[in-house]
């Protein structure tokens, strides 16, 4: 579980302040679980309303302060806030921000955060961000999603219900436009163990091959879906596969929702 000792006091502490309009997001979503590569450099809140923003943000400075932290504000717009915050020798940057609120699920509540992001939603997020910067953590975290969560092929098949104006192979392709990387800059990740970019490469090669296959397959009227199985699982789908058909054809929606038994047509 690569949360550092601040992370986990920081979350903690503003759990009370967590709701299902401000939520814990971006990559310490799945760097929480167990055999997550590397620790997140952040924590990112989000917020589906930008009025939101700033009440969320100074809400969780004066918590924190009345806690014992120091809050720098490095950063106060109408919808972004960045401030770094510390005890003692340990500091964790930390981040406001409106975000959209379509996605396939509905916030978690969770006892250690007090409300999160579903990981899926997170992870589509994530391979949206690899497709748009060119930041090592994002590769390391797609292939680390890859490997234990949902394939890369999975991802950017949902991920082009979210945004529509990618198509799969668009999203791949500039996706790997940024999957270019040094040791250098792998090692300056805070990493769990030590990772050999050759070994990355190759993985995220396979992977998109795979995943190049995957989107070809699959049929064009369900673009943007997530594929799941029934105990409401995200999973890959194989086309050819007999149980293609029984999987459950799942799309986002303003602030998500979970499937209802009826038929997966309905696209619910």
Not at 102 to 110: G, K, N, S
Not at 117 to 144: P, Q, S
Request: glycine share 6%; proline share 5%.
């Amino acid at each position: 579980m690569p949360l550092s000792a601040i992370q986990v006091s920081i979350l903690q502490t503003v759990a009370a302040n967590r709701s299902p309009e401000s939520y814990l997001a971006g990559a310490t979503v799945f760097h929480r679980s167990e055999g997550s590569p590397r620790f997140s450099q952040d924590i990112d809140l989000f917020h589906d309303v930008a009025d939101s923003v700033a009440r969320s943000a100074e809400l969780d400075a004066a918590t924190l302060r009345g806690a014992g932290y120091v809050v720098q504000w490095l950063l106060q717009t109408p919808t972004f806030y960045r401030a770094v915050v510390s005890s003692g020798a340990e500091t964790m940057k930390m981040e406001w921000a409106q975000d959209t609120a379509f996605r396939f699920f509905p916030v978690q509540q969770d006892p250690a955060c007090g409300y999160c992001l579903h990981v899926t939603d997170a992870a589509v997020n994530k391979l949206l961000a690899l497709a748009g910067r060119a930041e090592v953590r994002d590769f390391v975290d797609i292939l680390h999603l890859q490997a234990t969560h949902l394939s890369i092929g999975a991802l950017a098949w949902a991920a082009c219900g979210k945004d529509p104006g990618y198509t799969p192979q668009f999203l791949l392709e500039h996706a790997g436009r940024h999957a270019c990387y040094t040791q250098e800059q792998v090692n300056r990740l805070n990493l769990l163990a030590p990772l050999d970019v050759r070994v990355l490469k190759r993985a995220w090669m396979a992977a998109v091959e795979e995943a190049r296959r995957l989107v070809d397959a699959l049929p064009g009227h369900e673009l943007g879906c997530l594929y799941l199985s029934q105990g409401q699982v995200a999973v890959t789908p194989d086309p050819a596969s007999p149980d293609f058909a029984t999987l459950r054809r799942h799309f986002g929606s303003v602030r998500g929702a979970w499937p209802t038994i009826s038929s997966y047509h309905d696209g619910v």
